[in-house]
């Protein structure tokens, strides 16, 4: 297999800390994957309103260069990419008439299937040597009782039959990553419902009211921080948080679901910039820190005596 | 209809879209599912139910001019749970597409600003520049002050890069644009409502012209 | 020489409008062989029928050709035509100008000429045509019921109670059904078992009812008038003939924890059971799954674990060595009436149908379904009829009803109504707001379908005297909050989002037939839908036959049905099973295949490939006894002329009367060497 990698537009912007993370861990998880060559927008949240044959050429492009470019598997981090080249492709299975007009739309030939990846089916597909590099590094891990909710939203689940996630009501594949990572993943309600997408700039009070919802169930639950795997999600459950927020609330952290893997396997803070998260990670990493830091004294203790 | 030339086939396209979408809406009967699922529910005019109705029954003046097209998010709720499968989210897309085509300017000015500024940056850079985009959305929304508390937070985190990327490929990016008949001036003008349509928050929120045309009082 | 008439129907306009009828009766008139052809508007009505009576005896005719509809229509008309004008019925033929041809072509001039094909490889069909004789068999006068429910106790009581014999097979420990576990019925709010329970005993003890209950049908042989059937009588571990139903067993024993069926896994039971306490027969059952003794034996452990049930039978009744037992019964009439099961909304589902996700898969304490609200609601269920929510027995101050889980939704694969659901709903709500009288009852529905005699007055009185809360819309999800269930929904009627904090939701789901009606059904060669329900003869007209002649249908087996429907059925199944027994032989059509002995190579591909069982091997001996060559010989009783036997016969021994090979032949040379 050749895995080509699509950044996205986010991905170079205003998330940078998710290619930062997610380039991290995946070189300490030894995957090898190319960017690709020149890609473009796949133009989500915004050509498929306006034109559905756009909708689709904008990620066929980018597609057909992967595929150009010798590689037969894609992985998108953002899941909002994701989900456009995998509708895309989905699509133009399904319609003959638009796979038909796509060549001429495009001016490059169409590309053959390949297998589209989001990063939490990657993750969990190295869950096995996540668990390895955990227990090599440290015993007990470091998130060790760390409680997650993992926070799928939309695009990564729905439509189910172009994501074929494993269940589009109650998916569990982040969940293996979390654990995997040496955490605890929370039973809650709010995993696949919406944070308002990509009305953040456009409609900021739906998104803090939506928001909220998910905010307030993770913490009802329990959860300590929330895992997301999508640069849309994060920024309405981070940089919006705070207003999101009731006064005395304690804020909770959103970390992406390579940020929990990378700081599992001992990449540092800076590594997967975590400083660059509007809700401050300094006092989760702290109370981490202290209580892996406990727990090897008192084994250290038991070991003496 | 008109003489410029390719406007002909702008209408022949809505009507086509307005066709295959009105036989998909065909399949729907009316359980409100789509709608108790609907994170947006609260916001709209015509709930997405409604929208499915009034879509099998033809009465697209009501449709397009309906705020709720433009407050969906795709979020595929509906889709996943419609029991007919009549695919909600699809539906939607398609008449946004007709609404744009039709030349319809009913669409909530700080999404219509949204949209035409993601576009643009997309046609003009290939990909979405994002300090570009910030700045079209702020003067085509009006709304210069909103969320600049923000801007500085963003620039500390090295999150804004004042320069965009130099696509090889720019004029294939533009070459599609053009091919899928998306024009510069889709959408420009839209947003007739004053910027109060961003409220967002409140039921029944949005755009007040859609309310009045909406028609299920 | 062959005459031969052609009579061309204009079938009213349903042919005449794109066939040119009076051309292709003049056309046939010139083929060679045909004596007479005339056409005429309805050759089915009496003058019709009489003008091909009239032609037969002054034309002399030795064959009929009728171009008209499907032979499924009117073949049996004709041919009493046929035979009354003295000439044999088989010797006329129809041929479809219609179905075939006028009513799926447009071009008059092309469908006229395929018409004139039609009829004119019929016409040389019927050259070839043998006369024939009708087969007559003998009926076993004794009927046979699967299935215990109202519909099946229903129908053995019908043809019992006509002087004939019924075997009626139930696969539980009781009879009862369904309808047992229902603690008051609608319209009318009658106590459920206190109008079954009479009919159970009634059939118990009835002289012309033999009762198999814990029994399987597990082969049928055979045809109509004459099955024979194999039932499995699975081992009671308890001699029915020496117990005397004192309860003594079931007190003794340690196990006690197993969920109940009878209570839809809202109560336990003991290992050795007898379902409920009106059961019928009254005799226990060991649950061997369940059983300490037989679970020690399962794992090979040799000592004798428990036997506390022995211990306690002071007539000895217990019998742990008893094996399943097979029982051939003789029957002429079959009646199914296996009943339903409730859709469940789990992750797990058989093949076709998706779970409820957005419901939790069933996994959400007190979300429960229709049946379990029956017991809970009963005075003989696991809270003795007070209204208890499952998890933590509280009373429940907002019960959630949904309605159309499953059904209707043919995404999750189920686009039938289940037709009993609203009426139950607004029992349950009714039924709720009897005991918690300040209590909110809210109903989720898309339409109240309420046709039946009382039933729509009997849903308004659910909302004007009982107060139940009716919100049309389906609910999007299900999820637990703390101490409650958010149900969020969406009221269309006043365009609102509705979100309502249960704390118990009770789930209409799906009406589905029992589990391995399928595998019954190709047991007794009866079709069935995609569902799995048992297809009927005829959606209108042959509503409680099967496609299968002397198998009959009755019940939720065949679609969603309640109670007085399922009565009716089973009644009228029951007619028709006496309507059989009334006549001293059947009559059949000769339709079946025969081997020519002579020519047969004795390779027996026919008996591997015959759906009916019909094709046996038969020794040829010579004059001094000894086997010579073995042939195929088939049983035409058995025969059901499907020709699949003669399809596959290398050595064209096998012809199939009515569809012989020169018969075939011709018709294909008609049209391939005709202009």
């Known amino acids: ?305 | 209809m008109t003489n410029q030339s390719g406007a002909m086939s702008r209408s022949d396209a809505v009507v086509r879209l307005l066709a295959e979408t009105r036989s998909a809406a065909a399949r729907c009967y009316q359980c409100g599912k789509c709608s108790a699922g609907c994170p947006m529910v609260s916001e709209m005019t015509l709930p997405p139910h409604d929208i499915m109705r009034l879509t099998a029954h033809g009465r697209f003046a009501e449709v397009l001019s309906a705020d709720s097209l433009w407050l969906c998010l795709t979020c595929e709720t509906c889709s996943e749970r419609c029991p007919t499968g009549t695919d909600p989210a699809a539906i939607i897309d398609a008449l946004r597409e007709a609404a744009v085509l039709d030349g319809r300017r009913e669409v909530p000015r700080s999404i219509a600003a949204f949209h035409r500024s993601f576009l643009d940056q997309v046609r003009l850079t290939g990909r979405l520049y994002e300090a570009g985009f910030f700045a079209e959305y702020k003067l085509r929304s009006r709304a210069l002050l909103d969320d600049i508390g923000n801007a500085p937070g963003l620039v500390r985190r090295g999150k804004l890069h004042p320069l965009p990327h130099r696509l090889h490929g720019i004029g294939e990016v533009r070459a599609i644009f053009e091919r899928c008949g998306v024009r510069a001036s889709d959408l420009s003008g839209a947003g007739h409502a004053p910027a109060a349509d961003d409220a967002g928050g409140a039921p029944g929120g949005g755009d007040p012209g859609g309310g009045a045309e909406g028609g299920h009082a | 020489m062959a005459r031969i008439g052609v009579f061309v129907c204009h079938c009213g306009e349903n042919i005449g409008r794109t066939v040119d009828c009076a051309a292709v009766a003049e056309t046939l008139a010139g083929h060679p062989g045909v004596a007479h052809a005339e056409d005429y508007k309805y050759m089915c009505s009496d003058p019709g029928q009489a003008l091909i009576k009239r032609a037969i005896i002054d034309k002399r005719l030795t064959g009929v050709v009728v171009a008209a509809c499907s032979p499924h229509m009117h073949e049996k008309t004709f041919r009493r035509a046929a035979s009354q004008a003295g000439l044999n019925p088989f010797m006329c033929e129809m041929a479809n100008i219609r179905e075939h041809c006028s009513w799926i072509h447009e071009d008059r001039d092309a469908a006229t000429a395929k018409a004139i094909d039609t009829a004119r490889t019929i016409v040389e069909k019927v050259k070839h045509n043998e006369p024939l004789q009708t087969i007559h068999i003998p009926v076993t006068k004794r009927a046979l019921v699967i299935g215990g429910g109202i519909a099946g106790i229903q129908a053995a009581l019908d043809i019992a109670d006509g002087g004939h014999e019924v075997v009626l097979v139930e696969k539980d420990p009781s009879i009862g059904g369904h309808m047992a576990q229902l603690s008051e019925t609608f319209p009318t709010l009658d106590c459920s078992q206190c109008i079954l329970t009479p009919r159970m005993v009634e059939a118990y003890q009835h002289p012309n009812i033999k009762l198999m209950t814990w029994s399987e049908v597990e082969a049928v042989d055979g045809y109509i008038g004459n099955f024979t059937v194999t039932v499995r009588k699975k081992a009671r571990s308890v001699d029915a003939d020496v117990c005397n139903g004192c309860g003594d067993c079931l007190a003794a024993c340690p196990n006690r924890r197993t969920p109940s069926e009878f209570d839809a896994g809202l109560g336990t039971r003991s290992a050795i059971y007898v379902p409920f306490p009106q059961a019928v027969p009254n005799t226990p059952v060991i649950d061997r799954a369940n059983c300490g003794r037989f679970k020690a034996i399962a794992k090979g452990i040799k000592k004798e674990v428990c036997g506390k049930c022995a211990e306690a039978c002071l007539k000895g009744a217990i019998d742990f060595t008893q094996q399943d037992e097979l029982v051939t019964e003789e029957v002429g009439a079959i009646v199914v009436a296996t009943g339903y099961q409730l859709y469940s909304i789990g992750r797990a589902q058989p093949e076709g149908l998706t779970g409820y996700g957005e419901y939790g898969y069933g996994e959400i304490p007190d979300v429960i379904d229709g049946l379990q609200f029956e017991r809970l609601a009963s005075a003989s269920g696991p809270t003795a009829g007070e209204l208890r929510r499952p998890s933590d027995g509280k009373v429940p101050q907002t019960v959630v009803f949904v309605h159309c889980v499953g059904s209707r939704d043919p995404e999750k694969g189920m686009a039938y109504c289940s037709k009993i659901c609203c009426m139950y709903n607004a029992k349950h709500a009714m039924l709720y707001r009897h005991k918690v009288h300040d209590g909110r009852a809210v109903l989720f529905y898309m339409d109240v379908r309420a046709a039946g005699k009382g039933y729509d007055e009997f849903t308004r009185r659910a909302v004007e005297e009982d107060g139940a809360e009716y919100l049309r819309g389906r609910v999007s999800r299900l999820y637990r909050d703390g101490d409650v269930i958010k149900v969020v929904g969406y009221d269309t009627l006043a365009h609102e989002p509705v979100e309502i904090d249960a704390d118990m939701v009770v789930l209409a789901t799906a009406i589905r037939p029992q589990p391995g009606i399928k595998q019954l059904a190709q047991t007794l060669s009866v079709s069935y839908d995609e569902h799995g329900f048992i297809n009927e003869a005829h959606p209108k007209l042959r509503p409680v036959e099967t496609n299968t002649a002397g198998v009959y249908v009755a019940g939720a087996c065949q679609a969603p049905r309640d109670i007085p429907d399922s009565v009716a059925m089973a009644s009228a199944a029951a007619a028709k099973v006496l309507g059989l027994f009334s006549v001293a032989e059947l009559e059949r059509e000769p339709a079946v295949a025969a081997v020519n002995e002579t020519t047969c190579v004795g390779c027996l591909t026919c008996q591997r490939v015959c759906p009916y069982g019909a094709v046996e091997a038969k020794e040829i001996r010579d004059r001094d006894g000894n086997v010579v060559r073995t042939v195929a010989s088939i049983n035409p009783g058995v025969c059901q002329g499907c020709g699949t036997c003669q399809a596959v016969c290398m050595s064209k021994s096998i012809e199939l009367a009515t569809f012989t090979d020169a018969e075939m032949y011709s018709e294909i040379e008609a049209l391939a060497f005709w202009p």
């Open chain 1, 1 to 305: 297999m050749t895995l080509a990698y699509y950044p996205g537009c986010s991905l170079k912007g205003t998330s940078r800390e998710f290619e930062e993370s997610f380039l991290a861990v995946t070189r300490a998880l030894r995957i090898e994957m190319t960017e690709i060559d020149d890609w473009s927008c796949c133009g989500a949240s915004s050509a498929h309103p306006i034109s559905r044959d756009l909708g689709v050429a904008l990620p066929a492009r980018n597609l057909a260069l992967a595929a150009e470019q010798g590689a037969d598997e894609v992985v998108a981090p953002c899941a909002a990419c994701y989900n456009r080249l995998a509708t895309a492709q989905h699509e133009l299975g399904a319609d003959a008439d638009l796979a038909a007009r796509m060549p001429g739309i495009l001016g490059h030939s169409l590309p053959p299937a390949l297998h589209i990846h989001n990063v939490v089916d990657l993750l969990a597909a190295y869950a096995p040597r996540i668990e390895e590099l955990v227990a090599a590094r440290v015993d007990p891990p470091l998130l060790a009782g760390l409680r997650v909710a993992a926070y799928y939203g939309c695009l990564l689940v729905r439509p189910n039959e172009v994501t074929g996630f494993d269940d589009a009501e109650q998916p569990a594949t982040m969940e293996t990553v979390i654990s995997a990572a040496g955490a605890s993943p929370v039973a809650w309600n709010m995993a696949v419902e919406c944070c308002g997408g990509a009305f953040s700039i456009s409609r900021t009070q739906s998104v803090v009211r939506l928001g909220r919802r998910i905010v307030a169930d993770a913490r009802a639950h329990g959860a300590q921080a929330i895992a997301v795997a999508c640069p849309l999600c994060h920024t309405n459950l981070d940089l919006r948080q705070a207003a999101m927020t009731a006064r005395g609330e304690e804020p909770l952290p959103a970390l992406f679901i390579t940020d929990l893997v990378g700081l599992a396997i001992g990449l540092s803070p800076g590594e997967l910039g975590l400083a660059r998260h509007f809700v401050d990670t300094e006092p989760l990493l702290a109370s981490l820190a202290a209580e892996a830091e406990a727990t090897a004294t008192a084994a250290a203790a038991q070991e003496s005596s």
